[in-house]
């Protein structure tokens, strides 16, 4: 009939396909609205109709390539786009069989019979929501069939969108705004936020049941903004109850609902830093004023708080990354606070726990007395993991609070100082256990950082070999010490030693050196400068120590003592009775080195002073009845108070503050010429934030100091500029 000569029979085939669907589709309808269920009805019919549709389609192929070449352009017997009149357009019959479908049921029952069948499937929906049986595949039909009757258009999605998407979308609004408000009423917050979880989970599987994949990101964001955002507040408020009571299950939930509204975990994550902080400064208020001395208590009250909360990261709150940041935020706080308690110095106290960790009998000066409880076998377990651990791991674990400290200059004054007296008296537990910490801190700060440090480690070992060196120059001179002699060589600018409180070296050389101890020193002085001109050896005699021996009582003792209570001690071979006056002005001590050294010898009863006052006058003598259980005693050195060592070395960081800060300023106007104050300044933070955080007054005064030395100019009020 297509090809029929003279004219082709293409216009009244279509035609013809197109009345009967026509018709076919108009009596449809009719029986669909006969139906009370209309729903069920419609989907009966229209899969029916959609498979017929697709067989007549196949059936009339030779027909819809004929249209197609017509539609497009093509020479043809017949170009006109419309048949019968303009009442039905030349399509694809599938195509024209979904239009009509369209017009003559869809839009018959919409605009004629009040939409009967979208208000029943929003009808069964609800029932759905109630928790009642619905035919989800019914439902499922007629919301597709939407989309399938426009599939052939320029706008497929517009029918579905217009007729389902905004009705259903205002649905969800009206049906959940009401049911959170009445959950919301009964004021249990976990209740109310178990219950929206359960909800959410409902709506995203009734979504992928019902709705076109277009439409599930904004009917889950109406549930959003009904159940959620709505009542944010109200779960913001109670979170920090839930972190005091510990419910983290309820945690979990409001993470997980406030997770998907925008800036939605802003307000929580101020709130859990806040709680940590608070948490870690309440453990800085009750250790008081006890943490220089026992460090240990802040690092391990510290550290479990750290892995507490960095485990309720993990399985509170999915290892979410601005969780960790807020934790960490939290003991940078805690770490740095010198106001909640100022015993607890953070960069000291670290600084003091690896001092401690690392002499010699750490790890047993710390070990627990088990407890003979049988309940508390847990807790004991858990106990013995802690203190029996390796002093390598728990430095290990001390690095996590160390990376929190933002002065970290005042930290490596300390530690310089401690590792000095650790090395200097061979107290230290493992040189590899020393070198391990140097180079967890040179990755974390720089080869800079610990340049010094690794200084101190190549003199101890220059010095073995210069003693070495020694006894073979005095072998080769037939030369014989009366006592046993050890030196060390230590350069003086890595070596925390040569300030100008430590030792006081002008006034020390004056220290009258008994005649026992003066050849070993006369000795080494000619060798060391044979081998080495132009050096210059600057004692100190501060810290050297020896032995001594008794003989003067009933059985020998060995007492290891430091040089200045040696000098003074051997002053007692020529008289038993000395003043304090007289055995400064023989010494050539100080009297407050004299006192200071003469006091743990008192303590110990070597000595018997007759008035334990101490001053010039006082009359101190040997102690002829002295006993002790040992034969070998070590007496404590006459040194600084913790809290003299303290103020030394804070002295000493804010002059080596103000030096970098000057080299700092001078690098930084050498590269850029000329620069305005506040430019100036934010670059010197900069440059220093990785040691310290400078204040602005200080950052003036060295500005202000290096104008006088000419190095920078003021041109301006408020520029400065490099003075070649």
Known sequence: ????????????????????????????????????????????????????????????????????????????PDRRPTVVGGKYRKQNVQALALSLWKSNVLFTVRDRHQNRLFYQVFEMIRRDRDGNEASHSTIKTVVTSLVQANAFTDQPLQLYIEEFERPYLVHTKRYFEAEAAREMAVGDIGIFMKRAMERLQQEILRNNRYCHSTSHRRVVKEFEAQYIAAYQDRIVEQFRNMLLEERFSDCTLAYSLLNRIPDGLKSILSIYEEYVARLGKDILAKLGHSVPKIPKAYVDQLLDLHNKYYTVNQQVFASDPLFTAAVDKAFRTVVNDTQTNPAANGPETLARYCDMMMRKNAGKKDMPVAPLDSKK????????????????????????????????????????????????????????????????????????????????????????????????????????????????????????????????????????????????VSYFEAFYGQHHSGRKLLWQWNLARGELRLTYLDRPYEIQMGLFQMVLLLLFNVATTLTIAEMTDQSGLSELDTLRSIKPLVDLRLLEAEDRAFNSSTRISLNFSFTSKRTKIKVAAAAQTEQQESQTARKAVDEDRRMYLQAAIVRIMKSRKALTHVQLVQEIIDQTRSRFTPSVSMIKKCIEQLIEKQFIAREERDTYTYVA
């Open 1 to 76: 009939m297509c090809n029929a000569i003279p004219r082709p029979f293409t216009d009244r085939l279509f035609a013809g396909v197109a009345e009967y669907i026509d018709k076919h589709t108009t009596t449809v309808c009719e029986t669909i609205l006969a139906h009370d269920d209309i729903v069920t009805a419609y989907a009966r019919e229209f899969e029916r109709f959609e498979m017929a549709a697709g067989d007549i389609s196949r059936g009339c192929d030779y027909l819809n390539r004929l249209i197609s070449q017509t539609n497009m352009g093509s020479s043809g």
């Open 377 to 520: 076998k847990g807790n004991l377990r858990r106990a013995d993991a802690e203190d029996f651990m390796d002093p390598e791991e728990k430095l290990l674990k001390m690095i996590a609070l160390f990376k929190y400290v933002e002065d970290k200059d005042i930290f490596q004054k300390f530690y310089s100082r401690m590792l000095a007296k650790r090395l200097i008296y061979s107290t230290s537990s493992s040189e590899e256990l020393e070198m391990n910490m140097i180079n967890r801190l040179k990755e974390i700060c720089g080869v800079e950082y610990t340049s010094k440090l690794n200084k101190m480690f190549t003199d101890m070992s220059l010095s073995n070999d210069l003693n070495n060196s020694f006894r073979d120059y005095l072998k080769q001179n037939s030369s014989k010490l009366n006592v046993g002699f050890d030196i060390q060589v230590l350069t003086a600018g890595a070596w925390p030693l040569n300030q100008k409180d430590d030792g006081k070296a002008t006034e020390g050389n004056k220290i009258h050196i008994a005649a026992e101890l003066e050849k070993s």
